[in-house]
């Protein structure tokens, strides 16, 4: 059965520095694996979609890698601002399942101005 | 891309009561997933929802308090029945746009007095 860590659980930094959020997964038979953010209360927003055969995806400020043989994944974020305070979340599709999610318990990132 | 309007975005409910979610997608898709979100825990599928057929249910999680319909390639609506407190979440719908990049809806954040 597929398990998604995440750590850390939270992270607190001042506001201009990078970071890198950390994502592991148990089986490397996946078919894809996708970065969301979810701001309190609220729905998830993908943010990068990184396809098995992919070694990383880059959108703006933020770059995930995938390291599917060593079953990692980092988001990392550069010049953070406080607008990026939330929950970021990884998920994996396995293979051959019915293209259903597994979720890390996600990183509460809070930017301090 | 795909849009997902899911509505309500939240509701307070009594117990024994019961309250349907309804989710539309701008765009005809297979499958449409159902999510739950415990207080400060991540993402757990509650079924999968495939139009013509019976949902399919994640170990669990059971049809007679989680009905769910799928009359269309766009819509499906989830039913928490007989809800108790426990059942005070947020419940999220899912789709998979070209069968990798998922997408969900606002979430409906539910509250049981």
């Known amino acids: 059965k597929q398990e998604v860590t995440q750590i850390p659980a939270a992270l607190s930094v001042p506001e201009g520095e990078n970071l890198v959020l950390n994502c592991s997964f148990t089986?490397?038979?996946?078919?894809?694996l996708q970065w969301f953010r979810q701001d309190p209360g609220k729905g998830l927003t993908s943010l990068l979609l990184?396809?098995?055969?992919?070694r990383e995806q880059t959108s703006g400020r933020l770059n995930a890698s995938l390291d599917k043989s060593s079953g990692r994944s980092t988001l990392y974020i550069a010049a953070s601002q406080p607008g990026d305070s939330a929950t970021y979340l990884c998920?994996?599709?396995?293979?051959?399942?019915?293209?259903?999610?597994?979720f890390g318990s996600g990183t509460q990132l809070t930017v301090l101005p | 891309s795909a849009v997902i309007s899911q509505k309500p975005s939240r509701d307070i409910c009594q117990r024994g009561t019961s309250l349907t979610i309804q989710c539309q997608v701008d765009s005809q898709v297979t499958m449409m997933f159902w999510y739950r979100q415990q207080p400060g825990q991540s993402l757990t599928l509650i079924a999968t929802a495939n139009q013509g057929s019976e949902a399919t249910y994640e170990s669990g999680f059971v049809i007679d308090k989680f009905p769910i319909s799928r009359p269309n390639l766009t819509f499906s609506t989830l039913t928490v029945s007989n809800m108790s407190p426990e059942d005070s979440s947020i419940y999220l719908c899912?789709?998979?746009?070209?069968?990798?990049?998922?997408?969900f809806g606002q979430g409906t954040r539910l509250t049981v007095v």
């Open positions: 990184i396809q098995s055969s992919q």
């Open positions: 899912s789709v998979n746009w070209g069968n990798t990049e998922a997408f």
């Open positions: 089986d490397s038979a996946i078919y894809n």
């Open positions: 998920a994996v599709i396995s293979s051959g399942s019915a293209r259903q999610l597994t």
